[in-house]
């Protein structure tokens, strides 16, 4: 019967049961989203963890299962870039030391070496090494001056040319505050 009051208490209790049983079942689809998120970001981390102290070549071989969300989205790429940033201030820093040794060695020799291993053991206890690639950096010897570089992040030798974020990493000191310092 229309209008009969006793049906509008009835009809709302019904639907706000009805909502009840939606609210509960979003609420367990987001506990299962969100356990199914901590699980593959703990994963990534695992696997990121493993290989993040490898040397960058290998770094860069090595496929990582990223996870397609938010986190995989916007925080992966930021990590990783962290990664490639700390490595190249690692290739600087080693290139300096050779740097430094070559200018060392022209000052006492009066020429750059021919070779690199020329530094070893009297500038250099070891050769350090390109963090990029895991190998010596690439030198030549120009008469007075010399062309000293690392790979780089991409790992391809473009001849010692690049600029800051990409091609090759070129290591130079400043001539002229060499050319006074006494052996």
Avoid: C
């Amino acid at each position: 019967m229309a209008g009969d009051p006793m049906e509008f208490p009835q009809s709302i209790g019904s639907d706000l049961r009805g909502i009840r049983k939606i609210d509960i079942l979003q609420r367990l689809v987001i506990k299962v989203d969100l356990i199914r998120l901590h699980r593959n970001i703990a994963q990534f981390y695992d696997d990121f963890l493993e290989v993040v102290d490898k040397p960058f070549p290998e770094l860069r071989k090595t496929p990582l299962n990223i996870p397609g969300d938010f986190f995989g989205q916007q925080i992966v790429p930021r990590l990783i870039e962290n990664r490639a940033e700390a490595t190249r201030h690692r290739a600087h820093l080693n290139g300096t030391r050779v740097a430094i040794a070559l200018r060392l060695y022209r000052i006492k020799q009066g020429s750059y070496p021919d070779n690199l291993d020329a530094l070893v053991p009297t500038y250099l206890d070891s050769l350090p090494i390109d963090p990029f690639t895991g190998q010596s950096f690439h030198y030549e010897e120009a008469g007075d001056n010399f062309r000293l570089y690392g790979l780089g992040r991409d790992g391809i030798d473009n001849g010692g040319w690049g600029d800051f974020w990409k091609g090759d990493l070129i290591i130079h000191l400043p001539r002229e505050e060499w050319e006074t310092v006494e052996a």
